[in-house]
């Protein structure tokens, strides 16, 4: 018997892109053919080509945190100094992470809900940077360039690494040309495809440092693998065969489509915003320029509790997403990341208007 399940208004997992679920019902395809040697090629070309890229991209079995330990692990050594600042749940993982590898985090705290700013780099020495572009818990997208610019003046060797897992494909960003070393992201955010695949990008300089580190998560071991069709362990080859079909199907010129595609989903989150303003909603991020495409956070308004939200949601189909670490129980957030047809869309705020409405 077939469950209808809610459609996703989740800042991830997203609703998968028809493209996607094609690809999905496809019989399986051998990892160590030549249909999938030729497949892992182009798609590694497709990424590195997606984010303006003169170096390479690397295919990881794992969702996006997979990519931010193994980049970490694989360009900086135990005892480095890397910046780290922290204003939502996704820059605490690099603390995190920067910890277990044995790095010597250097954290500036800032309030969740604020953008940082590029006079927030402490006057420390660093070895590098651990960057947030959107930060999904508070919905709140860091001005990257800028803070790259920052850390290039104060250290012009330090390795830049940028968490892009909800701003690739949804947000304006380059490697290259803004003076990043690395970034990272996943399957199931803005490539519309499912949770299981990471990406790490990895500029010439980055290519430069690269060392060998760890076992399964080992960037060289899979960089030496995949420039020759392969990987070096049993990939998710049907979510490569996905995202690689989505990113044909949706921007088959490459970046030269992109500007559109952000531009509609900058759109769409606005929108919702537009409706919480007219329901007297505060949202989250402390100023709208500060706002992320990737995703639309609100406190919960009086009367409302998170799990309350939730449930009047999905007594209309859809799924949406509370809060995280402090934030946990006093928001809600919604995103358009996902595949929508324009007509589901306007039923999402619609709906959006109807639930609030009741507060």
Do not use: C
């Amino acid at each position: 018997m077939a469950v209808t399940r809610p459609r996703l208004l989740t800042p991830g997992p997203v609703n998968l892109h028809p493209a996607a679920l094609q690809a999905l019902a496809r019989s399986q395809l051998h990892h160590r053919s030549p249909e999938a040697a030729a497949l892992i090629r182009r798609l590694r070309a497709r990424l590195a080509a997606m984010l303006a890229s003169r170096g390479e991209a690397v295919l990881l079995g794992g969702s996006g945190t997979a990519a931010m330990e193994a980049v970490v692990r694989a360009l900086f050594r135990p005892g480095a100094r890397v910046w780290v600042p922290v204003a939502g749940k996704f820059a605490e993982r690099w603390v995190e992470i920067a910890r277990a590898a044995g790095l010597e985090p250097q954290v500036s705290e800032h309030p969740w809900g604020a953008a940082v700013s590029p006079d927030d780099l402490p006057p420390v020495r660093i070895d590098g940077a651990l960057l947030t572009h959107s930060e999904t818990s508070t919905g709140v997208l860091h001005p990257l360039r800028s803070l790259v610019a920052a850390v290039r003046a104060r250290a012009p060797e330090a390795l830049v690494v940028v968490d892009a897992v909800t701003s690739f494909l949804v947000a304006e960003i380059e490697l290259e040309s803004w003076g990043l070393d690395a970034a990272v992201s996943g399957s199931q955010k803005g490539a519309m495809s499912p949770p299981g695949l990471a990406f790490a990008w990895l500029a010439p300089r980055a290519l430069e440092r690269l060392r060998p580190s760890g076992y399964y998560l080992d960037l060289s071991r899979e960089l030496a693998a995949q420039r020759q069709g392969q990987t070096a362990f049993t990939p998710p080859i049907q979510i490569i065969e996905a995202v690689h079909d989505v990113l044909e199907a949706v921007w088959p010129h490459g970046r030269d489509d992109l500007a559109r595609h952000w531009a509609a989903k900058a759109e769409a989150t606005a929108r919702f915003y537009a409706r919480g303003a007219e329901l007297g909603l505060r949202p989250v991020p402390s100023r709208e320029e500060a706002r992320s495409p990737a995703t639309a956070a609100f406190y919960l308004p009086p009367g409302w509790t998170s799990e309350a939200l939730s449930a009047a949601f999905a007594e209309r189909g859809w799924r949406v997403a509370g809060g995280q670490g402090p934030l946990k129980g006093r928001i809600f957030r919604v995103s358009a990341m996902g595949y929508f047809t324009p007509a589901e869309l306007e039923r999402a705020y619609s709906d959006f208007t109807a639930v609030l409405r009741r507060a």
